[in-house]
């Protein structure tokens, strides 16, 4: 057998690691009771414009597709998380928007997060974490 690449070793590793970093964030925004891939469409939304967007630009920004995107919504908009509208522009697409209590849920939900962050990168710098995300923006 040929040896691995550093390439394909970087990219299992950097696989497995993000896997198990998606479970550990899953139990820390279990306690606001969602998940981490509900807590990005907060966060996306949040950071919309009115705090929304079209389905398939959520699907887009958090990596997954747009029939994805409508099962993880509709339960959230069971919970009033988010509402859908209609874009009034063309019928065909309709808009996801945070609500009150989404907006509310994201806040709540963030000061979690930003803890976790903290001390899951607390021996970094300021530096190499922005030098880290600067070669993941490269990929």
């Known amino acids: 057998m040929n040896k691995i690449s550093p390439q394909i070793k ?12 998606h479970k550990q964030i899953d139990i820390c925004l279990s ?11 907060m966060h996306h939304l ?3 414009p ?10 887009d920004s958090i990596g997954i ?6 099962r993880l919504l509709a339960p959230m908009e069971k919970n009033r998380i988010v509402d859908k509208e209609r874009n009034p ?5 309709s808009l996801v928007k945070l609500t009150q ?7 709540d939900s963030m000061v979690g997060f930003a803890d976790f962050s903290k001390n899951k990168l607390k021996s970094w ?5 922005e030098t880290v995300a600067q070669l993941f923006q490269e990929i």
Do not use: P, W
């Open 46 to 48: 949040y950071g919309s």
């Open 125 to 129: 710098t300021v530096k190499e974490i």
């Open 89 to 93: 522009r063309d019928a065909r697409q």
């Open 65 to 70: 597709t747009a029939s994805g995107v409508t």
């Open 31 to 41: 306690y606001q009771g969602i998940s981490f891939t509900e807590f990005l469409i």
């Open 101 to 107: 209590t989404g907006q509310q849920l994201y806040r």
């Open 50 to 59: 009115q705090h929304m967007m079209r389905r398939t630009d959520l699907a």
């Open 10 to 21: 970087f990219l299992i590793e950097h696989a497995a690691i993000t896997t198990k970093l």
